[in-house]
């Protein structure tokens, strides 16, 4: 499945609250939103599943690819991050605004950037 070009204030194609996801063969291009510039994860995630291809998506602040605002535990963020970017704080690809525990990154990370 492809999610381009989508705008949001929270997660340009995507926006999860206390949900068990799994996103797998996704490609997430030229996303925009104010976090989460392809998804924002609303709450705590525990074994979440995220295998796919992030290119171009832009948060105006944090998270330009993927924001999760609770804590993220046991997940798999196998995925590749290319040129996303984040304009006003943390996370050229992927931001945790909290505790971030036992999580798996088998990832490619290219030219990904937070000003």
């Known amino acids: 499945m492809n999610f381009i070009n989508g705008?949001?204030?929270s997660?340009?194609?995507i926006i999860c609250e206390n949900t068990t996801l799994e996103?797998?063969?996704c490609n997430f291009t030229n996303n925009s939103a104010y976090n989460g510039?392809?998804?924002y994860f609303?709450?705590?995630?525990?074994n979440v599943t995220v295998l796919g291809c992030f290119k171009d998506n832009n948060a105006e602040r944090a998270g330009g690819a993927i924001y999760v605002k609770g804590k993220s535990i046991n997940n798999n963020f196998s995925s590749q991050?290319?040129?996303n970017n984040a304009?006003?704080?943390?996370?050229g690809a992927i931001f945790f605004s909290s505790l971030a525990e036992n999580n798996s990154f088998e990832s490619i990370f290219e030219n990904n950037?937070?000003?």
């Open 7 to 9: 705008c949001s204030n």
């Open 11 to 13: 997660g340009g194609a």
């Open 23 to 25: 996103i797998i063969n």
């Open 37 to 39: 510039g392809a998804i």
């Open 42 to 46: 609303n709450s705590d995630i525990n």
């Open 81 to 83: 991050f290319y040129n």
């Open 87 to 91: 304009r006003k704080a943390s996370g």
């Open 113 to 115: 950037y937070a000003l």
